[in-house]
């Protein structure tokens, strides 16, 4: 069964730092892992996917890395904003399951 | 809009009342899903369908009712709703299982029950 664990759970920072995220993953035979960001009392919305061939995705400031052999990703955050407070769930994906798993995620404050 | 679109956004309603969620995409998808979200707790997966074909049921009470006609539109069907089942239902739509493609969420529909 997979289990999805993020850290920290909550984080405050500055604005304007550079900021990393991790989440690990107990079952590593998945095909993709993807980040979303959740705005309180929103929907989630995507930001990178990353095949498990795939070493990381990057989109504007954002940077995701994918370990699969030991069960971790990272998302790294450049230069943040006041705009990139929300909570941040990452999401593997399994084969032959298609319960996503759903860690508790990093709620993210930035403090102007 | 992410592409897919829930109705309502919010709704309340008794415990005697009957309701429904909606749930549209038009990305092409052939999966789709009904989470729901308390609070400060991770999502719960609630019901899949594939190819209009329901392929799980996660343990759900039967006063929730889910019903896919086609693999644009998903709805879940509420009847006789407790307080406790107050939370945000979200919807989302993939790719068929297997397939190396992200899931696509919906913003949600907040639901009070009171």
């Known amino acids: 069964k997979q289990e999805v664990t993020q850290i920290p759970a909550a984080l405050s920072v500055p604005e304007g730092e550079n900021l990393v995220l991790n989440c690990s993953f107990t079952?590593?035979?998945?095909?993709?892992l993807q980040w979303f960001r959740q705005d309180p009392g929103k929907g989630l919305t995507s930001l990178l996917l990353?095949?498990?061939?795939?070493r990381e995705q990057t989109s504007g400031r954002l940077n995701a890395s994918l370990d699969k052999s030991s069960g971790r990703s990272t998302l790294y955050i450049a230069a943040s904003q006041p705009g990139d407070s929300a909570t941040y769930l990452c999401?593997?994906?399994?084969?032959?399951?298609?319960?996503?798993?759903f860690g508790t995620g990093t709620r993210l404050t930035i403090i102007p | 809009e992410t592409g897919v679109t829930q109705t309502p956004r919010h709704l309340v309603m008794g415990m005697t009342n009957k309701k429904s969620l909606k749930c549209e995409q038009h990305?092409?998808?052939?999966?789709m899903y009904w989470y729901k979200q308390s609070a400060k707790k991770p999502l719960e997966l609630m019901f899949v369908?594939?190819?209009?074909?329901?392929?799980e049921n996660n343990s759900v009470p039967s006063r929730f009712s889910p019903e896919c006609p086609n693999s644009s539109h998903l709805f879940l069907h509420l009847h006789t709703l407790q307080p406790e089942d107050s939370a945000l239902y979200l919807c989302?739509?993939?790719?068929?299982?297997?397939?190396?493609?992200?899931?696509?969420f919906g913003s949600g529909t907040r639901l009070t029950v009171v």
């Open positions: 999401v593997p994906r399994n084969f032959g399951n298609e319960k996503l798993t």
């Open positions: 990353i095949q498990s061939s795939q």
């Open positions: 989302a739509s993939s790719q068929a299982f297997g397939t190396p493609g992200g899931y696509t």
């Open positions: 990305l092409g998808h052939n999966a």
């Open positions: 369908y594939s190819l209009e074909e329901r392929v």
């Open positions: 079952d590593s035979a998945i095909y993709n």
